[in-house]
């Protein structure tokens, strides 16, 4: 892969007496390191994120990711910030979950973690269980939103949701429940809806944690041209300006640009 660069995420310790090795580390450890690299190197989207591959090596157990070599400047930079300011407070939510995975991680196994790139003088991140990279919780606050686009999808065998594409967020997944789903008794795809709900929302930046969505409304929102109803409008409106002559020269005068 041209223009690619790597990605370590290097973790030791040990199960019991016996040191970690990639011989004795469970898949299900695999599986949240790889969503976890997945998510701090694409945060936003990844429908049209370059190709991830992935190799396990020893060395204790070193996770090597490899992808675009600008993605893993980003992550250089975005784990230099986080060591700098020790703190996971200024990341979007998606990954400051990540790092706080990680982080839990160290915590529960007492697994030490070092991440770093292929770069040439690389920043390191350590995370240890004597590391604190966790949001500040009173940063999130509840609060109640709107949100409007076309319905894409709804439903789910465990948890019942919907899915929302908007032009200003994306794509939202908005948890509801089955009963509410089930009392629909029209097909409610690809229509045009607004959305109350209600979530976290951070208190310096504004932004919205996108994985706690929880619907209170869904307001049909059908917006059409009425002819009729503008035609109206217009008629009420031109009896008032009946007894003026010249429109044009009457607002002129009103907005002060009347010349000398």
Not at 28 to 56: M, N, Q, V
Not at 71 to 100: H, R
Not at 162 to 171: M, R
Request: aromatic share 8%; charged share 25%.
């Amino acid at each position: 892969m041209e223009n690619s660069g790597n990605i370590e995420i290097r973790i030791t310790g040990s199960r019991g007496n016996i040191e970690l090795t990639p011989d004795n580390y469970d898949i299900r450890e695999i599986i949240t390191i790889l969503h976890t690299a997945e998510i701090l190197l694409f945060p936003t989207s990844k429908k049209e994120r370059p190709t991830i591959s992935y190799s396990i090596e020893a060395g204790s157990v070193r996770h090597v990711i490899r992808t675009s070599l600008q993605a893993v400047i980003g992550f250089n930079a975005v784990i230099g910030q986080v060591g700098s300011s020790n703190s996971v407070d200024f990341l979007e939510v998606q990954s400051a979950k990540a790092i706080e995975t990680l982080q839990e991680n160290a915590v529960k196994n007492n697994f030490e973690l070092s991440i770093k790139t292929s770069l040439d003088k690389s920043n390191e991140l350590k995370i240890t269980k004597s590391t604190h990279f966790t949001r500040t919780k009173n940063f999130w606050v509840d609060a109640e939103f709107y949100f409007y686009g076309i319905l894409t999808n709804a439903g789910g065998k465990n948890k019942a949701n919907i899915h929302l594409d908007t032009e200003d967020y994306g794509s939202l997944t908005i948890q509801t429940d089955k009963v509410f789903l089930g009392g629909k008794e029209e097909n409610l795809l690809y229509k045009n809806y607004g959305v109350r709900a209600i979530g976290k929302q951070n208190l310096h930046t504004a932004e919205i944690d996108k994985s706690g969505l929880k619907l209170i409304e869904l307001i049909d929102y059908s917006p059409k041209y009425d002819h009729d109803y503008l035609s109206g409008l217009m008629k009420k409106a031109g009896a008032k300006w009946s007894d003026i002559d010249d429109a044009d020269e009457w607002l002129n005068s009103i907005r002060g640009n009347e010349e000398a």
